[in-house]
C-alpha cells in the first residue's frame, strides 16, 4: 500500500503562483510514476503532469510552460509549481502514483486550487 497526503492549495488570483506538494509513505519502493490530476467543478479528472522514477516528465498543453512537476526521491515527495494561474486552472488536484509491476494506482484525497479572476 501506499499513501499520499497533498498540501498547498488555496485561493489565489489570476496571474499568481502556487505550489502543491505529495507526501508519499508506505511502499513507495514500487511506484514508478508520481503525477496530478485534477477535477473542475462538473468535468472529468484530468492529466496535469507526470514525472517517472527517471525524472521523464510530461504535461498537459494546457499548463506546459506554466507548470513544473518535481520530486525530491529522498523527501519522497513530489511538487507541482504552477505560475501564472488564470480560473481556468481551478479545482480539485490530486497526486497520483502508479505501480507498473503490480498494475496498481493510488490516489490522494486532493487539494482544492481556486483562481480568482
Known amino acids: 500500500q501506499v499513501q499520499l497526503v497533498e498540501s498547498g492549495g488555496g485561493l489565489v488570483q489570476a496571474g499568481g503562483s502556487l505550489s502543491l506538494s505529495c507526501a508519499a509513505s508506505?511502499?513507495?519502493?514500487?511506484?514508478?510514476?508520481m503525477g496530478w490530476f485534477r477535477q473542475a467543478p462538473g468535468k472529468q479528472r484530468e492529466l496535469v503532469a507526470i514525472i517517472t522514477s527517471g525524472g521523464t516528465t510530461n504535461y498537459a498543453d494546457s499548463v506546459k510552460g506554466r507548470f513544473t512537476i518535481s520530486r525530491d526521491n529522498a523527501k519522497n515527495t513530489v511538487y507541482l509549481q504552477m505560475n501564472s494561474l488564470n480560473p481556468g486552472d481551478t479545482g480539485v488536484y490530486y497526486c497520483?502514483?502508479?505501480?507498473?509491476?503490480?498494475?496498481?494506482?493510488?490516489w490522494g484525497k486532493g487539494t482544492l486550487v481556486t483562481v480568482s479572476s
Open positions: 497520483h502514483a502508479h505501480s507498473e509491476n503490480y498494475g496498481l494506482d493510488y
Open positions: 508506505g511502499s513507495i519502493w514500487s511506484i514508478n510514476v
